[in-house]
């Protein structure tokens, strides 16, 4: 079935700094990926869709200057939170729609969790 | 916001079935139901989808009632694995535009 990849799984950082984290699909071409946060013992809030070579669009309250998303190919998609600080720790996960045959499900990477101290 | 309603835990004697119910009485004429579950600290992973007639894989079984305003699904035999927090979503199936929008879900404690 489909595959979603995430990568880093975990990062720690110092505050100030940026973090890029990466999502791939492995086994299909996703033109549309998603891009959730979840902070501890709260559900999955959706922060961005993805859009293969175009921009982003972003969630109400989620800062695009913040958390940059790329989308160059059909393959892989990345978020970069810029100048990161400890209220930005929380567990990223992004996901994408195999298609065009299949389910039309949402496939989900592992997440990164990410840690900024 | 979230078009489901779900309790926020249950209780599940190992080897016994799990029943999970989800309520969905706004649900429109073309948007599918869907389940997934996110164990401790992984991604959300795909369980089952139906849009009237009950469905099975080997995962697990959704019945879903015949006016479409709740469905359940099964887990035939739980085991500990099955430990996990379980969302059903209602959303249209091939509606690239509409996000998967997960509420609380069902914190499923499978006991040994």
């Known amino acids: 079935g489909a595959v979603v990849s995430q990568h880093p799984s975990w990062v720690i950082c110092k505050s100030g700094t940026s973090v890029k984290i990466e999502c791939r699909s492995l086994d299909f071409q996703a033109t549309t990926m998603f891009w959730y946060r979840q902070f501890p013992k709260q559900s999955l809030m959706l922060m961005a869709t993805s859009n293969e070579g175009s921009k982003a669009t972003y969630e109400q309250g989620v800062e695009k200057d913040k958390f940059l998303i790329n989308h160059a190919s059909l393959t892989l998609s990345t978020l970069t939170v810029t100048s990161a600080h400890p209220e930005d720790s929380s567990f990223y996960i992004c996901?994408?729609?195999?298609?065009?045959?299949?389910?039309?499900?949402?496939?989900f990477g592992a997440g990164s969790r990410l840690t900024v101290l | 916001d979230a078009k489901t309603t779900q309790p926020p835990s249950m209780d599940c004697a190992e080897g016994r079935a799990a029943n999970l119910p989800c309520n969905h009485s706004?649900?429109?004429?073309?948007?599918?139901v869907y389940w997934y579950r996110q164990i401790h600290s992984q991604g959300p992973q795909y369980i089952i989808h139906g849009l009237k007639n009950n469905e099975t894989n080997e995962m697990a079984s959704l019945i879903i009632t015949e006016d479409r305003k709740s469905s359940t699904l099964i887990l035939p035999h739980a085991t500990l694995r099955d430990t996990a927090v379980y969302y059903c979503?209602?959303?249209?199936?091939?509606?690239?535009?509409?996000?998967?929008?997960f509420g609380p879900g069902t914190r499923l404690s499978v006991l040994p």
């Open positions: 996901s994408a729609k195999d298609r065009p045959s299949g389910a039309n499900v949402l496939t």
């Open positions: 979503i209602v959303r249209p199936r091939d509606n690239y535009g509409q996000n998967f929008v």
């Open positions: 706004t649900i429109s004429g073309n948007e599918y």
